[in-house]
């Protein structure tokens, strides 16, 4: 193997996977990541987001599957039908990868570093491949195909993603958690508070929730949030507790994601009848 193109972009194919492979690892554990630098930039909270998984599996098994594949096909053949073949599909898939890149610049409001950087090695593999392809070009018809394909999966996910919530379900719950001074001292960089949002979906924004990270301040209300939360000794998010009329505290949950029927428990509020 003396090709230095194709040796270039072997090594690529492996550090996709590597990459691919550290983002499954995020996405099951319970801690964080080493990636999570600040409010803006955090790999923890993407990852454990209703959009780094269809049907419950992580997208991060897909990106690993198409790195995977180009690893083994380039080790083993570097004709054009096999260089063409891989670039076809890495048009597809950077096309649902950068819908994904857009759930994070308008919705979360969060970058994932290596994710963008995986995004960034399949678009090189893409060009160096078209660049191994000389004299042999692609036909604009399949370049399209790619496309066209990679729009509809892109769509498919978006709707998915869209329905994947519990809608209004629990509105009536956390309207009644409210109502009895339940507040989720959270974190906005907390991926642990990211899903108990996601639990609830829309009606969390009935309940308090109390800013506890410092890193998270940028408004001398929040800085009030964060004094709050130092008074309860918050060591870990999200951290559930019920106040009297008064301000005083009447009960502490455990640190960490409450189940609804721990809530309802404590709270005597009726969660919705399973249809």
Not at 197 to 222: A, L, Q, S
Request: glycine share 6%; proline share 4%; charged share 20%.
């Amino acid at each position: 193997m003396k090709n230095p193109l194709r040796i270039a972009i072997i090594s690529l194919s492996l550090l996709g996977m590597v990459i691919m492979a550290y983002l499954i690892k995020v996405g099951y554990s319970d801690g964080g990541s080493f990636c999570d630098l600040s409010e803006t930039i955090n790999c923890d909270l993407v990852n454990k987001s209703k959009y780094a998984k269809v049907f419950g599996i992580p997208v991060s098994f897909g990106g690993f599957a198409f790195f995977t594949l180009l690893f083994v096909t380039y080790l083993r053949s570097f004709t054009p039908e096999t260089i063409k073949r891989n670039v076809l599909l890495g048009i597809f898939f950077l096309v649902p990868s950068y819908y994904l890149t857009m759930t994070e610049i308008f919705d979360l409001k969060a970058y994932c570093i290596f994710c963008e950087t995986s995004k960034v090695v399949m678009l090189i593999l893409v060009v160096l491949g078209i660049f191994a392809l000389r004299p042999v070009r692609l036909k604009k018809n399949e370049v399209i195909t790619a496309l066209v394909a990679g729009l509809i999966m892109a769509v498919s996910m978006f709707f998915i993603h869209t329905n994947s919530g519990p809608g209004t379900k629990y509105e009536e719950f956390s309207k009644c958690l409210a109502e009895k001074e339940f507040v989720m001292l959270g974190s906005k960089t907390c991926a642990s508070c990211l899903k108990q949002r996601d639990m609830f979906g829309d009606p969390i924004h009935n309940i308090r929730e109390v800013e506890c990270d410092p890193r998270n301040v940028d408004t001398p209300e929040k800085q009030k949030e964060v004094e709050y939360c130092a008074t309860y000794k918050i060591t870990k998010t999200p951290t559930w507790i019920q106040l009297d009329t008064e301000g005083n505290l009447v009960h502490r949950f455990d640190a960490g994601v409450q189940s609804f029927e721990s809530l309802a428990e404590v709270s005597g509020c009726a969660l919705p009848a399973e249809k």
